[in-house]
């Protein structure tokens, strides 16, 4: 509760500033749902796996939850933990034949009234082959000679003599199937034997040729009780409604939801992975009538995909006609718009492009060109709405900027899009042209990781020097930027981004020599040889990498204009700078620019002489000052230009390039008055305040600044915020 209750403060604010700006808000949840968690009305599902000498139906995404083989089986995956031996077959590794979420049936996870526990019984071992068995308790004595022992509870399902009486409220005896148990014709006991609880399984075991040996090992739920579903999502819309007034409730189709991709038995129109969503939509509209909420809440669709491959445009036959129907675009923003848009006939419909990817996140994306194509794709589909997914804000402004303009005018070309927007950012039009070249040019650059980094080695000379050129023709360009001191700040953070990537694709190719050079002087045979080809080699080496660390490091900071850049700069430490590799052993150490592991081992080679220590922050990251080189300054989060009265103003600063010190506001109404000072609460280099309701109510539009130490905020001047509803507020406090 107290993390619910920390999610709908945060958002109300949000939604209710957003209110305030015209702005429509959303919030929404992936599906297929689960319904509520109480005893009676929570279900996990079975889904089917296969490998070419076992098959099984086991509750989970995968067998045994995100791992293609569990703890109890037999572990024929390569680098998976320690080496088991013998090794097991490999024809143990087990395939998802219909795919991730292959919902063939659903269990209550814990005991309800009349249920009896379901069992998977395993006669192997974690070194030896074994088959998989479905079962309730006590396990038939054939069974139990064959070797079989209960290695996981598949939760509880219903007994062959069921009633409508025995069910909880809101079930339907009509809608459970039975539980069968098949096996493979002509083998033994301890042979394959799977279980069935679908149509779809039923005709794969007559097709392999496996015979029915329990008819009804008990009785499953086809689907979940539309019931349980609708009073999930009346529970769902009412706290959404009253703790967070959301004009839009929305609900996603996964990214790795099967029909999206594939067609065919098990993925289409009528396979559980559409009637299951459908089911939820379905429900959530009831929910929404229940509740007369229909004047008061929109509802949607979205997802990786318009719908399910087998017709993209199918929610437009099913859903009812209020719905707003959305998808982000295909393949990270790479693919253009889904024609099946132009499809959808009785619903309103959303774009969503991408105005960033994950795998380049710390990186440049600037991709105005391509939301322009896209915008104007939608419009001769009839579109009438457009989003964008994004993770940063101030780091694909210029996106952001063009989807708003090119909305409000469809004529609006990415090259004036590019122009008006470095008019306003740097007093400076002509400057679009050089921020165009940009464009998609990180995609061409080495990346790894997720989010994703220029690292994991030396990108190809051609993308690397192209990238490189646009950096100096933009740095070189600074002239062009008006002397404005707001221009010229822009510019400077922008300029320290694109030579931040610069400085990443140089730390990466430095990073990579690492490994292989450490490699050939541990292969040496005498210390003294390990100790010259050290010194000589790897001492230059790394010495460059501790340079490339603080370059990187003072570049992305001077970059920083909000929580987006502070978020690169907080992956980059752990992941460029100080963490270990995830596959390093006691022969290769990571190749990260700070790696300590690496470090030390470098010092016990040259020896202990004083003479030929290394400095302490190549030993000991924890000492490496990232503020090197940055010029400090304080960093304003999520500024705010207008507050209503109602609610409280809060500043947060980050002390950036220096010691955090104590820091202090100083306020006062716009234009007037004495000077208000407050001490902000800092811990470590972020500081707080929070101007009261009490305190807007005594004041006029606020002007403020911060300062701490010799730094300010801003450098000269002040920053004002407009209290809106104030006049309303101080009267109904009178």
Request: with cysteine.
């Amino acid at each position: 509760m107290a993390a619910y209750n920390y999610a709908k403060d945060l958002l109300r604010g949000a939604f209710d500033f957003a209110k305030t700006k015209g702005i429509k808000t959303a919030i929404g949840s992936e599906v297929p749902a689960m319904p509520p968690k109480s005893l009676s009305t929570t279900l996990d599902y079975l889904g089917f796996y296969t490998s070419p000498r076992d098959q099984f139906t086991t509750t989970g995404k995968y067998p045994c939850e995100y791992s293609m083989t569990c703890d109890w089986m037999c572990d024929p995956v390569a680098g998976r933990g320690p080496a088991k031996a013998p090794r097991c077959s490999a024809a143990y590794t087990y395939a998802l034949p219909y795919g991730h979420h292959n919902v063939q049936s659903w269990t209550h996870p814990r005991r309800v009234p009349h249920s009896v526990q379901l069992f998977t019984f395993y006669n192997g071992t974690t070194t030896t082959d074994g088959n998989t068995l479905l079962s309730t308790a006590p396990l038939p004595p054939r069974y139990a000679r064959s070797g079989y022992k209960s290695v996981r509870s598949e939760g509880f399902i219903f007994p062959p003599n069921v009633t409508q009486a025995m069910l909880p409220s809101g079930a339907l005896v009509s809608e459970l199937r039975p539980l069968k148990l098949w096996r493979k014709a002509g083998a033994a006991d301890g042979g394959d034997i799977f279980a069935s609880s679908s149509a779809l399984l039923d005709s794969r075991a007559k097709a392999g040729n496996f015979t029915e040996l329990v008819a009804v090992l008990g009785f499953v739920y086809s689907r979940r009780p539309p019931a349980w579903l609708q009073q999930l999502y009346e529970g769902v819309l009412t706290r959404l409604d009253k703790g967070m007034g959301a004009d839009l409730v929305w609900l996603w189709t996964q990214e790795i939801w099967n029909p999206r991709a594939q067609t065919g038995v098990g993925y289409g129109l009528n396979s559980s992975g559409v009637t299951s969503v459908v089911e939820d939509f379905l429900a959530l509209d009831a929910a929404r009538k229940a509740l007369n909420a229909e004047g008061r809440i929109e509802l949607g669709t979205s997802g990786w995909t318009l719908g399910p491959k087998a017709n993209r445009a199918y929610w437009d036959q099913v859903l009812p006609k209020d719905w707003l129907l959305s998808s982000i675009d295909e393949n990270l923003g790479t693919a253009g718009i889904e024609p099946e848009y132009a499809d959808v006939k009785n619903h309103r419909k959303m774009i969503i492009p991408w105005a960033e990817d994950d795998p380049h996140l710390g990186a440049t994306q600037l991709w105005v060109s391509r939301t322009v194509s896209h915008l104007e794709q939608a419009a001769n589909m009839s579109v009438t709405g457009a989003s964008l997914i994004t993770w940063r804000m101030e780091a694909v402004g210029p996106t952001i900027f063009a989807l708003a303009k090119k909305t409000q005018n469809i004529s609006l070309t990415a090259a004036d899009a590019w122009a008006a927007w470095a008019d306003g950012e740097f007093g400076s039009a002509e400057l679009g042209a050089l921020f165009s070249q940009f464009e998609g040019l990180e995609q061409h650059l080495k990346t790894n990781g997720c989010p994703g980094f220029v690292s994991g080695g030396c990108s190809s000379n051609a993308s690397a020097a192209t990238y490189k050129t646009a950096v100096r023709d933009l740095v070189a360009a600074s002239g062009k930027v008006s002397a404005d001191p707001a221009h010229q700040k822009n510019f400077a953070h922008w300029a320290s981004l694109v030579r931040f990537v610069a400085a990443s694709i140089d730390g990466a190719c430095l990073a990579a020599k690492w490994v292989p050079s450490a490699g050939a002087v541990r292969a040496m045979g005498s210390a003294a040889a390990r100790k010259a080809a050290a010194k000589a080699m790897l001492v230059p080496l790394k010495a460059a990498m501790v340079k490339a660390a603080e370059n990187m490091s003072s570049l992305l900071i001077s970059a920083a204009q909000g929580p987006g850049e502070m978020g690169m700069l907080s992956t980059m430490n752990d992941v460029l700078l100080l963490a270990s590799c995830n596959k390093c052993n006691a022969n290769s150490f990571g190749e990260n620019l700070l790696n300590a592991s690496a470090a030390a081992e470098l010092q016990r080679w040259l020896g202990p002489a004083a003479a030929e220590r290394l400095p302490a922050a190549w030993l000991d990251p924890s000492l490496f000052r990232h503020e090197h080189g940055a010029e400090p300054r304080l960093l304003m989060l999520s500024q705010r230009t207008s507050v209503a009265a109602s609610e409280p103003l809060e500043l947060n600063v980050i002390v950036l390039g220096a010691a955090a010190s104590d820091a202090t506001l100083h306020y006062r109404s716009l234009g007037r008055g004495r000077w208000a000072r407050a001490a902000m609460r800092c811990a470590a280099a972020h500081c707080s305040y929070a101007l009261s309701t009490s305190a807007l109510r005594a004041l006029d539009d606020v002007e403020y600044f911060i300062t701490a130490g010799p730094l300010r905020l801003p450098g000269s001047g002040t920053h004002t915020v407009v209290v809106e509803g104030r006049l309303t507020a101080r009267r109904g406090h009178a």
